[in-house]
């Protein structure tokens, strides 16, 4: 069952600090006041009406997307751990990312990504990009190292925009869901999340080879690239609250949980903490 938006609430996210992952309700200027919902999920996304909750679905343990939308409920088994999820801006096409084996990106070759996607108007499922065709710095890709992650759709319910790894690289694609093709943008850009306009990109970027990632935003126009300051340590796909901020989880020196920050996409100030012990925000 979808959430119904509590009065001026426009920020859903999974609260953390009771460690039953209940989906809450705040308004961005008074994110101390919170409202429950009756959602369980590990990752949540909203989006035109369309809900989508990355949750537990039965013992060993497995998991499913329950997507709701006018009242339908759509159950996808998912192969892995709840890793991301996002819905198109018009509702239509929902996308997830799962951890098949291991649980993080921080050592090569010691986690394997499913990235799928679910359209509404066709009620087709797709498990997997893996059987997309490929091409990576002017080449057909044809590597079976190949994972992928945090697809996300633009406003035409077709193009969209994902992570590639491979050979201990990673890639931003940009893509077709109907013709099934995509090509490489450029090197180091992670999670990547599209700006309600379209016309920008945020992503995961390393801090040198090895260091921790923080936030850039790539303007799809005139390619340059504003790495966001405060936002070292970020291990999300970012959530564009408007076309100048962008919220993302990320834990804070000296807390074991993440909390969700707000950050402006032009660089003027650091990201600042909005609510402790939270992660996956959404817009309402």
């Not at 537990?56 to 409920?73: H, M, S, W």
């Not at 035409?156 to 940009?174: E, H, I, M, N, P």
């Not at 804070?252 to 969700?260: E, M, N, V």
Request: hydrophobic residues 40%; negative net charge.
């Amino acid at each position: 069952m979808a959430p119904v938006a509590a009065a001026g609430a426009d920020l859903m996210f999974v609260e953390l600090a009771d460690g039953r992952s209940r989906v809450e309700q705040a308004a961005l200027a008074a994110p101390e006041a919170r409202s429950g919902t009756d959602l369980t999920c590990q990752r949540v996304y909203r989006a035109a009406g369309t809900t989508v909750c990355l949750k537990l679905a039965g013992p060993g343990p497995t998991y499913a997307a329950e997507v709701t939308r006018g009242g339908e409920v759509r159950k996808v088994p998912l192969p892995g751990v709840p890793s991301r999820a996002k819905v198109s801006s018009s509702g239509q096409v929902v996308s997830w990312t799962s951890f098949v084996t291991g649980d993080s990106y921080l050592v090569p070759g010691g986690f394997s990504t499913r990235t799928g996607f679910l359209d509404l108007r066709t009620g087709e499922d797709v498990e997997s990009l893996e059987g997309f065709t490929a091409e990576v710095e002017g080449k057909v890709h044809t590597a079976q190292d190949v994972n992928y992650w945090g697809l996300t759709v633009a406003s035409d319910d077709r193009t969209f925009y994902a992570t590639l790894a491979s050979g201990g690289y990673t890639w931003l694609v940009k893509g077709d869901l109907v013709d099934r093709k995509l090509t490489s943008l450029r090197r180091d850009a992670e999670c990547p999340s599209l700006s309600p306009d379209g016309t920008k990109i945020a992503y995961k970027k390393r801090i040198g080879r090895l260091g921790p990632w923080d936030l850039a935003v790539l303007d799809l126009k005139t390619g340059e690239e504003r790495r966001l300051p405060g936002t070292a340590g970020v291990d999300d796909q970012a959530t564009w609250l408007d076309d100048q901020r962008i919220a993302f989880a990320a834990v804070p020196k000296g807390s074991k949980l993440s909390a969700i920050h707000v950050v402006p996409v032009d660089g003027s100030a650091a990201a600042a903490l909005l609510i402790p012990d939270a992660a996956s925000p959404s817009p309402v």
